[in-house]
C-alpha cells in the first residue's frame, strides 16, 4: 500500500503542506495526541510538537511527504533532535518507503532494549493506512468492489490512498497483460466507487503518477466493453539488426567490428552484479549519433545468448522508439522478464506488474527475482534511442515511468541490471526532468563512452567490407576510404555502401571515384526518390517518430513500402523513422554535420603545386613521367598525387594521375581555393580557431594543438614537429595563419594567399615589428585609391608607398607587375575597409604590447611608446626613428584600443605627417 499527496502544478507549497498536516493530524488523533506545536513547516516537511491527551507525554513527530525513499540520515537526526532536546519519543511518519539503509537502521534501532528502542517510533505507509482504518478515518480498500467491476483479482495491481484537495480516494492499478493500464476510484471514506466524469477529470489534472494511465476506465461501461476486454497492451519493439552488411540498420553481429574493450567492460559490469562485488546496477552506452550504439547493444545481445554465457546473462534490448503510452515500459520489464523464463532463466510462475512506480517490489516479480538469484544468473534490460523520451512532449508521460524504473532498479541490489543508449549531442533543456535525472543518477550508474573508431577498427571495417563482396580493394581507395571516414562508423558505412552500389553497376573498383562529400551522398539518395517518396520522406522526418497508420493516411501504402524497401526508413512496431538521425537532421535543416579533416599531406605546398600543374584533365600520366618532369623522386610523387586524391584536386588509377573531373580551372589560385576548402574543415584549424582566434602563438601550441586533435594518432616527438610546421605553411598558404617572424597570428584573411616571386616562396613571414609607417587613414585612403586605380606607380606618386607596405603587411593586397589586386574576401569577411585595417592591426603583436603599455602609462609620449618597442624587440632605431615610428604607434594602438573597449571599430584619427 502507498500514500500518495496530489497537487495541481500551479498549486502553492502552502496547498501541499495542508493536506500533509491534515493527513497527520488526523493520524496523532488517533493515537491519542494533540498537536501542540508546528515548526519546519514547508511543504514537505512538518514538524509538530505532540501531547498525549491522558498521560500528557510530549513526542517530537517529523511528517514527510516526499517522493524519494527515506534514506538512514533522516533516522539519525531524528534520534539527535530527540536527544538533544530530550523529548520523551520522536517519531516519523513518512508517506514514502524506506531506502535500504534506513531499513537496516530501524531493525538495529528494535533490537535494543524496550526502554531505550521505544524512543523512536516508525510510521510507514503501511502502518498510516492501519491506524486512520483502525480509527475509521478512512475505510479498508474496496477490493471485493474493484474485482467484481474488473472481473477478478488478476486484473488488479496496487492500491494508492491519494490525498488531494478535492478529497481522499483509494486507487488500484488495472491490469492487463500482466501490467497496469488503467485506475480505478474509490472514496477512501465510505468506498465508493468514483465514476462521475468531473470528479474523474478534476484529478486527471494534479501531478501525479496514476494519471499517466487511463482514470476513466472505471466509468460505467456495458458488458459488451468491458475495459478488461477492449485494452490491448502496447507491442514492446526489441532493436533490430539488419539483414545484410549494407543494411542502415544496426550491423549484424557477425558484421560487427571492434569496440573489443567495451565489449568486455560491459559483460564485466554484468558479471560484478552478478557476483555481487557492485552495488550499481545502472548502466549508459553514450555517444553522438552514429557511432554505433545501437550495433554495440545487438552484440553484447548476441554475446550473452553465446555458449559461455546463455545461462549466465540474460540481455532484452528494447528500442524506445516504439512507445507511445507509459505503460510501454512496464510492458518492456514485463516481456523481458517472461522471454528471460522461457530462456530458463529463474521459477516459472505467473508474472504481474501491479505498481508501475517500483515494479521490482510487484509481490510476483520480486519472487521470481528471488529465483533469478538462487540460481546464479542474470537479467538486463536495455532502453535504446532513450534520448527520445525527452525530445519530443508527447513522449513526456513515457519519461516519468522510465525514471521511476530508474530509481527503484537504482536502489535494487539484485540480479537485475538496466542500462540503457543515450545520444549526448541531443539537447537537453535544464528545466526537463531528463536533465535532472541524468545528475540525479550520476553516482548510481556506470557510463560506456563511444567514440571514433581507431585506425585498426577502420581496417578491419573495411575488410568485412571486401569479404561481402568479394573483391580486393585498391589500396589507393582504401586510402581516401580510411582518411575520409575519420573513424565515424555511420560515414564509413556510407562510404562503403556507395563504393558497392558502383560496382554492381559494373565499374571496375581500380576506376571508380569515392565520393567523400557527405552533402552529396545524401542528396544521391533522395535523386532516386519520386516526388511523392521525397515529399513522405520529409513528413516522417518531421513527425519522427511517426505513427505508421498516420503515414499510410497522408502517402499512401505504395509509397511509404518503396520508402522501406530503399532503406529510407526503418520501421519500429509501428512507428517510422528515418534511417539514421543525421539523415533525419539533414531533411529538417539542409545542414550535414562537419566532418572534421584529419588528413596530413606528404609534402609542402610548392611540391603539391609543381605535381599538379604536371597533370593533365584528359588523361592519366605514370608517377615515373611526372617525376621526370618535376625533378622529383618516384615515389615522392606518387604520395603526392595522393595528396592530390584527397583534396579532390586529381583523381588515379594505381600510379597513374590526372586532374580532377570536377575542377574547371587549373591555376595556381583555383588550388589554393581548394586546399582552403579542406583545410576550413582540419581539426587543427578548428581547434585553433577555438581556442586562439586572434591570438599570436609559437610554433609549439600549434604541435600541442594538433596532437589534441588527433588523440588517437602515435608519433615521435620529430614527426609530430614535422607534422605541425607543414600544416602551419599550408594554413599560411590559404590564408587561416598569418606568419609574423617565428610566431604565427591565428587569422583568417578570408582567402588564400598568391606568392608572387621567388622570393616569396623562401617563407611567407612578416617581419616581426609593425612599425605603422603610415596612418590608419592614409592605408584606408590608399586602398580607396587602389579601388579607382590599381596602378602601382600611380600609387606611389599619389603618396601611398608607406600605406601600401602596411597594406602588404595585411595580406589585403598583393602586387604583381606593377598591378595592384585587392583581397576582396578579407575585404568583405571583415565588413569593409576600415575593418578590414581595424581588425589586422589588431592581430599584431607589437600593437597589444604598445596598448598594454599604455594602460600601465596613460600619458606615456610617443617618443617613449617608440623607444619601449625598439628596446622590447631589440631594433636599433635611431631618435628621430623612435619619434616617428612611436607616435605613429601611438595612434594606431589608441585606434584599436577604443574600438576593442567598445566592440564597434571607431572612426578613423586623424593623419600624423610622416
Given at each position: ?251 549484424r553481429p557477425q558484421d560487427f567490428v571492434g569496440r573489443d574493450e567495451l565489449q568486455k567492460d560491459i559483460l564485466a559490469f554484468l558479471n560484478n552484479a552478478k557476483e555481487k562485488n557492485s552495488a550499481t546496477r545502472i548502466f549508459a552506452i553514450t ?356 595528396d592530390l586524391v584527397m583534396f579532390s584536386l586529381a583523381e588515379r588509377k594505381g600510379t597513374f594521375f590526372k586532374h580532377h573531373r570536377d575542377l574547371n580551372e587549373y591555376s595556381e589560385m583555383s588550388v589554393l581555393q581548394k586546399l582552403r576548402e ?237
Amino acid at each position: 500500500m502507498k500514500i500518495e499527496i496530489a497537487c495541481d502544478k500551479n498549486d502553492t507549497t502552502k496547498n501541499k503542506g495542508d493536506l500533509l498536516e491534515k493527513i497527520s493530524k488526523d493520524l496523532l488523533e488517533a493515537l491519542g495526541y494533540d498537536v501542540i506545536e508546528e515548526f519546519s513547516f514547508n511543504g514537505v516537511e512538518l514538524d509538530l510538537l505532540c501531547k498525549h491527551k491522558v498521560n500528557s507525554k510530549e513526542i517530537y513527530v517529523e511528517c514527510k511527504a516526499q517522493k524519494d525513499k527515506i534514506g538512514a540520515p533522516i533516522l539519525r537526526q531524528l534520534l539527535g533532535t530527540v536527544i538533544c532536546y530530550n523529548y520523551a519519543e520522536g517519531w516519523l511518519v513518512s508517506t514514502s518507503e524506506f531506502g535500504k539503509e534506513a531499513k537496516g537502521f530501524v531493525e538495529m534501532w528494535q533490537e535494543k532494549p524496550q526502554e531505550e528502542s521505544s524512543k523512536l517510533s516508525f510510521y510507514t505507509p503501511k502502518i498510516i493506512i492501519e491506524s486512520l482504518q483502525r480509527a475509521s478515518v478512512i475505510c479498508k480498500q474496496p477490493v471485493d468492489k474493484a474485482e467484481e467491476y474488473i472481473g477478478g483479482a488478476e486484473f488488479l495491481g496496487e492500491w494508492t490512498l491519494l490525498l488531494t484537495k478535492y478529497g481522499r480516494f483509494w486507487t488500484v492499478y488495472t491490469l492487463q497483460g500482466g501490467a497496469p493500464y488503467g485506475v480505478l476510484i474509490y472514496n477512501a471514506e465510505n468506498g465508493r466507487h468514483i465514476q462521475e466524469e468531473n470528479t474523474i477529470n478534476n484529478i486527471s489534472q494534479l501531478e501525479t503518477s496514476l494519471t499517466e494511465f487511463n482514470l476513466k476506465v472505471g466509468i460505467k461501461k456495458t458488458s459488451k466493453n468491458r475495459p478488461s476486454l477492449t485494452f490491448t497492451p502496447p507491442s514492446v519493439v526489441e532493436v533490430q539488426i539488419g539483414d545484410s552488411w549494407d543494411d542502415y540498420r544496426p550491423a549484424r553481429p557477425q558484421d560487427f567490428v571492434g569496440r573489443d574493450e567495451l565489449q568486455k567492460d560491459i559483460l564485466a559490469f554484468l558479471n560484478n552484479a552478478k557476483e555481487k562485488n557492485s552495488a550499481t546496477r545502472i548502466f549508459a552506452i553514450t555517444g553522438n549519433s552514429g557511432l554505433g550504439k545501437s550495433s554495440l547493444i545487438a552484440k553484447v545481445r548476441d554475446r550473452s545468448r553465446n555458449k559461455f554465457y546463455k545461462n549466465r546473462y540474460f540481455t532484452f534490448a528494447v528500442d524506445i522508439r516504439g512507445a507511445k503510452t507509459p505503460s510501454y515500459i512496464s510492458a518492456s520489464l514485463l516481456k523481458c522478464l517472461k522471454n528471460a523464463q522461457q530462456a530458463g532463466f529463474g521459477d516459472n510462475m505467473n508474472l504481474q506488474l501491479t505498481d508501475p512506480i517500483a515494479p521490482l517490489t510487484s509481490p510476483s516479480i520480486a519472487r521470481y527475482l528471488e529465483s533469478v538469484e538462487r540460481a546464479g544468473q542474470l537479467i538486463c534490460l536495455i532502453f535504446d534511442q532513450f534520448e527520445e523520451l525527452y525530445s519530443n512532449p508527447e513522449l513526456y508521460g513515457v519519461f516519468s515511468i522510465a525514471k521511476d524504473l530508474m530509481l527503484d532498479v537504482a536502489s535494487y541490489k539484485g540480479n537485475f541490471v538496466l542500462g540503457f543508449a543515450w545520444k549526448t549531442d541531443s539537447t537537453t533543456q535544464q528545466d526537463h526532468p531528463a536533465y535532472h535525472m541524468w545528475h540525479e543518477l550520476s553516482d548510481h550508474r556506470r557510463v560506456y563512452k563511444l567514440d571514433v573508431f581507431d585506425s585498426g577498427e577502420i581496417s578491419k571495417s573495411i575488410t568485412t567490407f571486401e569479404k561481402e563482396v568479394q573483391q580486393k580493394i585498391p589500396i589507393e581507395i582504401r586510402h581516401q576510404i580510411v582518411h575520409s571516414s575519420q573513424g565515424f562508423p555511420w560515414l564509413l558505412k556510407k562510404l562503403c555502401i556507395n563504393l558497392y552500389e558502383n560496382l554492381k553497376k559494373g565499374e571496375g573498383a581500380d576506376s571508380i571515384l569515392v565520393d567523400l562529400d557527405v552533402r552529396r551522398l545524401f542528396e544521391n539518395d533522395l535523386d532516386l526518390l519520386s516526388p511523392p517518396e521525397h515529399t513522405c520522406l520529409k513528413i516522417i522526418a518531421q513527425k519522427a517518430p511517426a505513427d505508421w497508420s498516420e503515414i499510410i493516411e497522408i502517402s499512401g501504402i505504395a509509397v511509404l513500402n518503396a520508402l522501406v524497401h530503399k532503406r529510407l526508413v526503418v520501421k519500429s512496431g509501428d512507428r517510422l523513422n528515418v534511417y539514421w538521425d543525421i539523415f533525419k537532421d539533414y531533411l529538417l535543416t539542409g545542414n550535414v554535420p562537419i566532418i572534421p579533416f584529419n588528413y596530413i599531406p606528404t609534402s609542402d605546398f610548392y611540391s603539391i603545386l609543381k605535381v599538379f600543374q604536371a597533370l593533365n584533365s584528359k588523361e592519366y600520366i605514370g608517377a615515373e613521367e611526372i617525376a621526370k618532369e618535376t625533378s622529383l623522386n618516384e615515389r615522392t610523387v606518387a604520395n603526392i598525387g595522393a595528396d592530390l586524391v584527397m583534396f579532390s584536386l586529381a583523381e588515379r588509377k594505381g600510379t597513374f594521375f590526372k586532374h580532377h573531373r570536377d575542377l574547371n580551372e587549373y591555376s595556381e589560385m583555383s588550388v589554393l581555393q581548394k586546399l582552403r576548402e579542406k583545410f576550413g574543415k582540419h581539426s587543427l584549424k578548428l581547434a585553433m580557431y577555438k581556442k586562439m582566434a586572434g591570438a599570436t602563438v609559437d610554433q609549439n601550441a600549434v604541435t600541442i594543438a594538433l596532437r589534441a586533435s588527433l588523440p588517437k594518432a602515435k608519433f615521435s616527438d620529430k614527426t609530430w614537429t614535422t607534422y605541425s610546421n607543414r600544416l602551419s605553411n599550408l594554413f599560411t598558404h590559404t590564408g587561416y595563419f598569418v606568419r609574423v617572424g617565428s610566431q604565427i597570428v591565428v587569422q583568417d584573411l578570408g582567402a588564400p594567399i598568391v606568392d608572387r616571386g621567388s622570393c616569396a616562396r623562401k617563407g611567407k613571414k612578416r617581419g616581426i615589428i609593425f612599425s605603422a609607417p603610415a596612418s590608419p587613414a592614409t592605408v584606408c585612403e590608399a586602398l580607396e585609391a587602389i579601388e579607382k586605380a590599381n596602378d602601382f606607380k600611380v600609387a606611389v606618386a599619389n603618396g601611398y608607398r608607406n600605406a601600401l607596405t602596411v597594406l602588404k603587411r595585411f595580406e589585403l593586397i598583393s602586387i604583381n607587375e606593377d598591378k595592384i589586386s585587392i583581397n576582396i574576401p578579407s575585404i568583405k569577411k571583415y565588413g569593409g575597409y576600415k575593418e578590414a585595417i581595424w581588425t589586422s592591426a589588431k592581430n599584431e603583436p607589437v600593437i597589444g604590447k604598445c596598448i598594454e603599455k599604455i594602460n600601465q602609462e596613460p600619458t606615456i609620449s610617443g617618443f617613449s611608446i617608440g623607444e619601449f618597442v625598439a628596446k622590447e624587440y631589440n631594433n636599433k632605431w635611431t631618435k628621430s626613428s623612435m619619434q616617428r615610428n612611436g607616435n605613429s604607434l601611438k595612434q594606431w594602438s589608441n585606434w584599436v584600443k577604443e574600438g576593442t573597449e567598445t566592440s564597434v571599430v571607431p572612426s578613423l584619427p586623424g593623419r600624423i605627417k610622416q
